[in-house]
């Protein structure tokens, strides 16, 4: 048996206060997760410290703390055992979020899409004389999905007993969707004021329907400066910073040429040439981190013009960056070969 001082799971539980667990499972069920991975949060406190163990004693230590004096030694020793450890977990916990967020909001995303063909099915069982658990149990199709599977635990819930609205409300608060969570509210008064929900539905399914045809205008008035943007994220931008680096490579190498003439035949020109401290190198690598930065806020603008949120955007982060830094590559190869021959 592990003890608890080293076993994973008991060390992750010291990371997560009791008062915070709780709120943490509500967030985590939104993407599907039922329980808290402390075993997992465990173990990556244990790899921060082999990590800081292993960047302190081959790097740190060698360079900076042996041989020093006690006070440099202690803070050395103390800023690398706190910082190192913190930023990788804090890393973690940033990567875990962002995560959870993008499963949650795909998982919402498929119940909306087929939220309209779900209700439309349970407004038919109801005008089938089916009682409304009994019409949400016979709506579940295995084409909804996620959407099946949650209706179904919601359709036991009150099948054993449970209110309607208490079981309803347990499953929309899995969910940032405001449509869902009107769309059964509706339902939910209809059901208390006793009226004809059928009709109701049929309603709400027009609603949805309405909603979902706006979306698609909208996305469609956006897709020219989608088109734009990508334009100028793939084609422009690497372009200039192409040229940019011929530009700077040219003027480099006429200081470099000047400057062996001599300064008599520098005075006679027009312009004066002098010494450019630029390193190429270092501009190519600025190059390719600025484009790469560029994709990605191009990528959550295009997501936003489409989709509403910056969520969606991150499944086009991939294509942006690799298809502009591989066609600023590209540029550069070709622009060598024409540019490189003028100062040989």
Not at 66 to 81: D, E, M, N, P, R
Not at 176 to 182: E, I, K, V
Not at 276 to 285: A, E, M, Q, T, Y
Request: net charge positive.
């Amino acid at each position: 048996m592990i003890p608890k001082v080293i076993n994973p799971e008991e060390f992750g539980k010291a990371f997560i206060p009791k008062g915070m667990r709780a709120s943490l499972i509500n967030y985590l069920q939104r993407a599907g997760i039922s329980e808290v991975p402390y075993r997992l949060i465990g173990w990556v406190f244990y790899m921060g410290l082999a990590i800081t163990y292993a960047v302190y004693f081959f790097s740190i230590y060698p360079n900076y703390v042996k041989g020093s004096q006690t006070l440099i030694v202690f803070l050395y020793t103390a800023i690398a055992w706190t910082v190192i450890p913190l930023a990788i977990m804090t890393l973690f916990f940033c990567g875990a979020l962002l995560f959870v967020d993008l499963r949650a909001y795909n998982r919402t995303k498929q119940i909306e899409d087929h939220l309209q063909d779900f209700l439309r099915f349970v407004s038919e069982n109801l005008k089938g004389g089916m009682p409304f658990e009994k019409a949400i149990w016979g709506a579940i199709k295995p084409e909804f999905g996620l959407l099946s599977n949650e209706t179904r635990l919601a359709a036991k819930r009150v099948m054993t007993g449970r209110d309607i609205e208490e079981a309803i409300s347990e499953f929309t608060s899995k969910y940032d969707s405001p449509m869902l969570h009107r769309s059964f509210d509706l339902i939910v008064e209809g059901l208390k004021g006793g009226g004809k929900t059928a009709e109701l539905i049929d309603r709400i399914v027009e609603n949805i329907e309405e909603t979902k045809e706006l979306k698609r205008e909208m996305i469609a008035t956006n897709l020219n400066y989608v088109i734009f943007i990508t334009f100028i994220v793939i084609i422009i931008t690497p372009g200039l910073f192409t040229l940019s680096y011929q530009f700077l490579t040219i003027l480099k190498g006429f200081s470099t040429k000047l400057g062996g003439t001599g300064a008599s035949s520098q005075m006679s020109l027009p312009i004066n040439f002098g010494a450019i401290s630029l390193d190429p190198g270092v501009f190519k690598r600025f190059s390719m981190y600025t484009i790469s930065l560029i994709s990605v806020f191009s990528s959550m603008m295009i997501s936003i013009m489409q989709n509403g949120n910056i969520k969606g955007g991150v499944k086009y982060i991939p294509f942006f960056a690799l298809a502009s830094v591989g066609l600023y590559l590209l540029f550069m190869h070709f622009a060598c070969q024409i540019f490189g021959s003028i100062f040989v």
